[in-house]
């Protein structure tokens, strides 16, 4: 049982590229989270989606867009990468709002 | 703004000995209150959710405890162990319809020394 699944771990990109980052959980939940971790401050919720096809944002949405075309599959997508946007972004899963996540092991991105 | 404070920010302790973490939020009302652990360089792990009418859940060697009174709560850990070096975040989640976003905590950087 994988859990929850995180394409790539690390990246570094130029400013201006664009990347997705890729997110799989093979628990079947509808809920999937895509968060940032920066030095110094809590996780943020960039997006969010409660099923397939749908999406909604969180906390930083600016900058970055989402897709849930599968219910396993979560992507998040920066189209134009600033160094701002230097992280370590985490993807989650639940089944509810009120049982425990499931973080995938991170993505390490650093736009230069 | 709904927050989560941590204390301390950091503490090292030796292998074996206890500690207590503390945590106090502002979040009102809530939902439920979490403890996660986050080793460095892996994503957070669920340890215990606590709802907002209970006042203790532990987890092996992991107690939490929620005071909803004073919006505190504790994580304690007993006959520390190597392995427990680690972040420790608590999480708030608000109640209310639209609620999906957590509130987290910095995390306290945890040290077990032999």
């Known amino acids: 049982n994988a859990g929850v699944t995180q394409t790539p771990k690390f990246r570094v990109l130029k400013t201006g590229q664009s990347m997705t980052l890729l997110c799989a959980q093979d628990m079947n939940h509808e809920y999937m989270y895509w968060y940032r971790q920066d030095p110094g401050m809590g996780l943020r919720l960039i997006h969010y989606?409660?099923?397939?096809?749908?999406?909604a944002k969180g906390e930083v949405p600016d900058g970055y867009n989402v897709s849930r075309l599968k219910k396993q599959n979560f992507l998040l997508g920066l189209e134009s990468a600033a160094p701002s946007q230097t992280s370590v972004y985490f993807c989650?899963?639940?089944?509810?709002?009120?049982?425990?996540?499931?973080f995938g092991q991170g993505t390490r991105l650093t736009v230069v | 703004k709904n927050q989560v404070e941590q204390s301390p920010q950091s503490l090292i302790i030796l292998e074996g000995k206890n500690c207590t973490l503390q945590c106090n939020y502002t979040v009102s009302p809530f939902s439920n209150l979490r403890w996660y652990k986050q080793d460095t360089g892996r994503g957070p792990v669920s340890l215990t959710i606590m709802t907002f009418s209970e006042n203790t859940k532990s987890n092996g060697r992991y107690t939490a405890t929620l005071d909803a009174d004073t919006k505190q709560s504790s994580l304690h850990i007993t006959a520390s162990q190597l392995s427990d070096s680690a972040s420790y975040i608590c999480?708030?989640?608000?109640?209310?319809?639209?609620?999906?976003?957590?509130?987290f905590g910095k995390g306290t950087k945890l040290s077990v020394i032999p």
């Open positions: 999480v708030v989640r608000p109640s209310g319809a639209g609620s999906y976003q957590l509130t």
């Open positions: 989650a899963s639940t089944d509810n709002r009120d049982t425990e996540a499931f």
């Open positions: 989606s409660v099923g397939e096809g749908t999406t």
